[in-house]
Structure formats: structure tokens, C-alpha cells
């Protein structure tokens, strides 16, 4: 998987190319894990390019999730594909995430 970070006005934006499966769900835990350490509370995963998602991959979503908004801050999803927003819907985290079209409205969101 590739991982690429930008800073969009004090929100971190990270763009997804890739399977998120078990390697990548790792890949993708330490870049968030990293992030929220570093005090980046207010991300944005960019998925327009990830055409799978793994359980691993669902496990790292929430987690993250769930430490920014501890934290006061969130993470936003852009972009799904309609195959991971098919996963999404299927075990409930559609509601537990904000979902948008593009970065610019999640980013604006914050």
C-alpha cells in the first residue's frame, strides 16, 4: 500500500493507494498511530484508490477513530469506492463515520 500525507490547514490528509488487507491494515496502523501520537487529532484518509478493505484494515478504522475523538478531533473518510462503502454499510460504520465526496468538504468540515 502507499500512504502519502499532506497538511490541509492543521488537518492531516492521508491518500490511500492500495488493498488495506493485513499488510496494508498494518502499514496504515503505524502512519495513524504515528500521527495521533504526534498530536494529529484531526485527520482525513482519502480512499478513492483502495478498491479493498480487510477486517484488519475495519479494526485500524475504528481504533484511530475512536483515540481522536477521545482527543477532540475525528477521522473522515473520502471518496469510497463502492465496494469498501458496501463493507461499511454491511457491519454498521456508515453511522460511525462521516463520509464525504471529496477532501476539501471533509477537511472544511473540522
Known amino acids: 500500500m502507499n500512504i502519502t500525507e499532506q497538511d490541509r490547514n492543521g488537518v492531516a490528509v492521508y491518500t490511500l493507494e492500495g488493498r ?7 502499514e496504515l496502523d503505524d502512519v495513524l498511530n504515528a ?3 504526534a498530536g494529529k487529532s ?3 484518509l482519502d480512499m478513492a484508490e483502495v478498491a479493498y478493505i480487510s477486517s484488519a484494515g475495519l479494526r485500524t478504522l475504528a481504533d484511530i477513530v475512536t483515540k481522536n ?3 477532540g478531533g475525528d477521522l ?3 471518496a469510497l469506492t463502492s465496494r469498501v462503502l458496501r ?3 454491511i457491519i454498521g460504520f ?4 462521516s463520509i464525504y465526496n ?3 468538504d471533509a477537511a472544511a468540515d473540522f
Open 20 to 26: 488495506v488487507d493485513t499488510q496494508g491494515a498494518e
Open 35 to 37: 500521527a495521533v501520537s
Open 42 to 44: 484531526r485527520i482525513v
Open 69 to 71: 475523538r477521545e482527543a
Open 76 to 78: 473522515k473518510l473520502v
Open 87 to 89: 463493507v461499511l454499510r
Open 94 to 97: 456508515d453511522r460511525f463515520f
Open 102 to 104: 471529496s477532501v476539501d
